[in-house]
């Protein structure tokens, strides 16, 4: 397992942009896959974009590609996501979480390891 911390989040006007972090506490991310998710409440969990550590692949659906970028910093051992233009319907809980599988997956069910969350909320 590893330990997955959240942060970055907060409470912002539509239209603005939050960078969020996961930073992994004393575990490599070397040959994991990393995802972000979101949650609303009474919402399902909803997958944003994935990237493998070590070889920087990535996916995204269409819709998040539009204005969500996923990357990582190997020597502050974190992966982030950049939000743009963020809209009302973007509040959520983001959530920061990881596999060893051999491919990049959308499916919450599949993660192993997850953090504990960041709330966003953005403003009218």
């Known amino acids: 397992q590893v330990q997955l911390v959240e942060s970055g989040g907060g409470l912002v006007q539509a239209g603005a942009s939050l960078r969020l972090s996961c930073a992994s506490s004393g575990y490599s991310l070397q040959g994991y896959n990393m995802a972000w998710f979101r949650q609303a409440p009474g919402k399902e969990r909803e997958f944003i974009a994935a990237i493998g550590f070590s070889d920087s692949s990535t996916y995204y659906p269409y819709s998040m590609a539009e204005r969500f970028t996923i990357s990582k910093d190997w020597l502050k051992n974190t992966v982030y996501l950049q939000m743009d233009n963020l809209k009302p319907e973007d509040t959520a809980v983001y959530y920061c979480?990881?596999?060893?599988?051999?491919?990049?997956?959308?499916?919450?069910?599949?993660?192993?390891?997850w953090g504990q969350g960041t709330q966003v909320t953005v403003s009218s």
């Open positions: 979480a990881a596999d060893r599988g051999e491919i990049l997956r959308s499916s919450a069910s599949e993660y192993e390891d």
